[in-house]
């Protein structure tokens, strides 16, 4: 912070002190950011510890008793929740980083690295919004199967593991949002400097 001695006016010297304010990072950014990354570190965190294990007896000829064998589901399994998991790791990480530079910088730095933040919350969007939805849709088949192509359900079995993806699911769709609302925060100060000029 600087701070400097106004000079004489009219040979009038004057000893009011001109003070630059500070960068500063609103806080309505500060907490929309702390919220996509503290959002999407949970939702990573409950699917890559989401696991159960259950007794499922089988059927192998009527005359003989089923046997009973143990059944694990777990995110690894499917290949949308293993992009689930990644895609909020990486908006936490990114999230975490953009923290750090947005306070270090500030929402008035200079333009290409102001720029380059929005562009990659709106990515984050994107990737968080792809990644929530491909997740909902084979939890969606897991829920309630799909006759067309005999698909049983399975969350009438692994109903544990069912409601933790559930959870990780909204969480992440709230996180996406946060993301969202930094990229309307961003276009609206850029509006705002436009109008100003």
């Known amino acids: 912070m600087e701070s400097q001695y106004k000079p004489s006016v009219n040979g009038v010297e004057s000893h009011v002190k001109v003070v630059e304010k500070p960068?500063?990072?609103?806080?309505?950014?500060?907490?929309?950011?702390?919220?996509?990354?503290?959002l999407t570190l949970i939702a990573a965190v409950v699917t890559g510890v989401d696991k159960q294990t259950?007794?499922?007896?089988?059927t192998l000829i009527k005359t003989l008793p089923p046997l009973r064998v143990p059944v694990t589901a777990k995110w690894s399994d499917m290949s949308a929740f293993m992009y689930f998991v990644v895609a909020n790791a990486?908006?936490?990480?990114?999230?975490?980083?953009s923290f750090?530079?947005?306070?270090?910088?500030?929402?008035?730095?200079?333009?290409g690295r102001v720029l380059a933040v929005m562009v990659l919350d709106l990515h984050?969007?994107?990737?968080?919004?792809?990644?929530?939805?491909?997740?909902?849709?084979?939890?969606?088949?897991?829920k309630y199967g799909n006759s067309h192509v005999e698909?049983?359900?399975?969350?009438?079995?692994?109903?544990?593991?069912?409601?933790h993806l559930a959870i990780s699911l909204a969480l992440s769709l709230l996180g996406s949002l946060s993301f969202l609302?930094?990229?309307?925060?961003?276009?609206?100060?850029?509006?705002?400097k436009s109008r100003a000029k």
């Open 23 to 38: 960068r500063t990072v609103p806080s309505s950014d500060f907490v929309l950011r702390i919220l996509g990354l503290l």
């Open 54 to 58: 259950k007794i499922i007896p089988l």
């Open 90 to 97: 990486v908006a936490c990480s990114y999230a975490a980083i």
């Open 100 to 111: 750090l530079v947005v306070t270090m910088v500030g929402r008035r730095g200079k333009g």
């Open 124 to 142: 984050m969007v994107g990737l968080l919004f792809s990644a929530t939805g491909a997740a909902a849709a084979v939890g969606v088949i897991g």
């Open 151 to 163: 698909w049983k359900k399975v969350c009438n079995v692994f109903d544990t593991f069912c409601h």
């Open 181 to 192: 609302g930094l990229v309307l925060l961003a276009i609206f100060n850029l509006h705002k």
